[in-house]
C-alpha cells in the first residue's frame, strides 16, 4: 500500500494533482478542504509530501487504484473516521469534505445535521447517521485550528501524549497543560488518549 509520496506538482484540477516522480505521473484525487492549503504547502522547488490514503475502486472486471492525498495524518485520520460512518464511501467521503474539518467535527458534535446536509452529497438521513455514528468521537478534530498539523504516536502515558497532540494543534504550552490538568482533576477515571482529548474539546465548548 501506498502510505506517502514525494513530487512535483506538474498538473492541478479542481480536486486532484497530477505529481511527477522521476518522469511518472501520479493521480492523486484530494478533499476540497486540503486542496486550500496546498499552495502553501509546496517547497521552493515546486514539491510537495502527501500522506496518502491507497485503496482499490472495483468497477465491474477491473479494480482501478486510487490515491487520495492529505497534507497532514491528523487529515488522514479524520477522512478514515468518515468512511466509517454506513453509506459513505472514500469517493462520498473525498466530496463532503469541502470545509474546515474543525467545522465538521463541531457540527457532528453537536448535532448540527443544517451544517453536515450543506455538504456535498449528504442529504438528511445521511446527517444523521453522521451523527448517530461519530458524535462524541470527533473532539480531537475540532480543536484543529485549521494549520498544518500532524499527530505522532509515541509511547506516552495519555497526559504527555494529549499534551503533544495539542501543541501540534498550535496550542501554547502552558494553555494545553493546564486544560488537561482541569479535565483530569473532574474525571479522574480517563483511560485513552482519545477521550482525554473528547474531553478537553468539550470542556472548551462549555467556557
Do not use: W
Amino acid at each position: 500500500m501506498i502510505s506517502r509520496i514525494t513530487g512535483k506538482i506538474s498538473e492541478k484540477g479542481a480536486n486532484c494533482l497530477v505529481l511527477d516522480l522521476g518522469g511518472m505521473g501520479y493521480d492523486v484525487l484530494i478533499p476540497a478542504c486540503v486542496m486550500q492549503r496546498i499552495d502553501e504547502s509546496c517547497g521552493s522547488d515546486g514539491k510537495i509530501t502527501l500522506l496518502t490514503y491507497h485503496y482499490y475502486q472495483v468497477d465491474q472486471a477491473k479494480s482501478l487504484p486510487i490515491l487520495i492525498g492529505f497534507l497532514n495524518q491528523v487529515e488522514k485520520d479524520f477522512f478514515e473516521v468518515f468512511i466509517t460512518v454506513s453509506g459513505i464511501g472514500p469517493r462520498a467521503a473525498l466530496k463532503a469534505l469541502n470545509k474546515p474539518i474543525s467545522s465538521i467535527a463541531r457540527a457532528i458534535d453537536e448535532g448540527d445535521l443544517a451544517f453536515l446536509k450543506s455538504l456535498p452529497g449528504i442529504g438528511e438521513q445521511r446527517a444523521k447517521e453522521i451523527v448517530a455514528k461519530l458524535q462524541n468521537k470527533v473532539g480531537k478534530f475540532g480543536l484543529i485550528q485549521d494549520r498544518d498539523t500532524q499527530v505522532k504516536s509515541a509511547a506516552k502515558d495519555i497526559s504527555e501524549e494529549a499534551l503533544d497532540v495539542l501543541l501540534q494543534l498550535e496550542y501554547k504550552r502552558a494553555e494545553a497543560a493546564s486544560m488537561i490538568k482541569k479535565v483530569l482533576e473532574l474525571n479522574t477515571q480517563v483511560a485513552t488518549t482519545e477521550e482525554l482529548l473528547n474531553l478537553v474539546y468539550k470542556q472548551r465548548r462549555i467556557k
